[in-house]
């Protein structure tokens, strides 16, 4: 199994981002697809998770400002950044877990930044 994640680079403060990550190499469904994200000197933490029946779980410091949403089918998970601000900066990673499996992305890199 892979994740392949997308859609980092450079934006000005406010602007928007999507990230993308698909998973091959399966033919089930995960559990839980999410972001978690990682900024220098700093511990990885939790962006937003969503389950495979929908309900979503987002960080106090990105709500309303990003969406979290998959698509079954394609085995991705999206999550679109909007609003963003220099502190967003990190490398953001995508994770899937099955119940007896955790597989994590490689991590694109997000610059917030004038």
């Known amino acids: 199994v892979q994740l392949q994640a997308s859609g980092g680079g450079l934006v000005q403060p406010g602007g928007s981002l999507r990230l993308s990550c698909a998973a091959s190499g399966i033919d089930f469904s995960f559990n839980l697809m999410g972001w978690y994200r990682q900024a220098p000197g700093k511990r990885r933490e939790l962006v937003a998770v969503i389950v495979s029946g929908g309900s979503t779980n987002y960080a106090d410091s990105v709500k309303g400002r990003f969406t979290i949403a998959r698509d079954n089918a394609k085995n991705t998970v999206y999550l679109q950044m909007d609003s963003l601000k220099p502190e967003d900066t990190a490398v953001y990673y995508c994770?899937?877990?099955?119940?007896?499996?955790?597989?994590w992305g490689q991590g694109t890199l997000v610059t917030v930044s004038s």
């Open positions: 994770r899937a877990t099955t119940s007896t499996r955790d597989y």
